[in-house]
């Protein structure tokens, strides 16, 4: 079964053949919105928008511990996240699609582990590569075959957010080596890869980060909506290739 975690653009799945909808509880708390089971082509989906499904849930209180042990309980074997993100590098230009191999991390205050108890020993992952290779493939391959053009490989940096980036901190996260910039890519990695499930990423570029491009003195809110409801028709159809097989 492939879990599906929508963000900004992708609060549901047109193609999904809907079976039914379960709320989970966990010991963490109240996930972000009811699981939704169905099959599109030949796989069992789970669907999950990350935000809620009316996307009142900011980034930085995103419920990521109950969202991953939800799909656990769901006994998934994969999860890709589709994520929207602002492009730093210049030729990751609004609508450009994205696999991202690499994270860095800037958030902070978030329940980042499930292993936290006084009581318990520390476990640490190995995250070397935070994104799973062999999913990470997958999307390729389906990407491939659907005529959607993907990039294969980028630095996602993770900020806090609500509140999008400075010219300033865009600046600073080019010069740590970052090329796309989101605000809910960890802990989700780091939680998925505490519970051992496969977990990638698409990442659709909304717009230029602040400073650049089109972005270069302020942000248009309005060009983003375009942009996303655009570029996630693209993604629907890879991630309709990735279940056709």
Known sequence: MLAIIGGSGLTQLATLDLIRREVVRTPYGEPSGALTFGRVCNTAIVFLARHGYGHTIPPHRVNYQANLWALQQARVD????????????????????VVPDQIIDYTWGRKSTFHENSDEPVVHIDFTEPYDQSLRQRILAAAGAAGEPVLDGAVYAATQGPRLETAAEIKRLERDGCDVVGMTGMPEAALARELGIPYAAINVVA??????GSSETRICF????VVLKEAMGRVRNVLNHICDK
């Open 78 to 97: 994969a999860i890709i996240s589709v994520a929207s993100v602002g492009g730093i590098r210049a030729d990751l230009c609004p609508g450009r699609l």
């Open 222 to 225: 309005d060009e983003i909506e």
């Open 207 to 212: 717009n230029f980060a602040a400073g650049r």
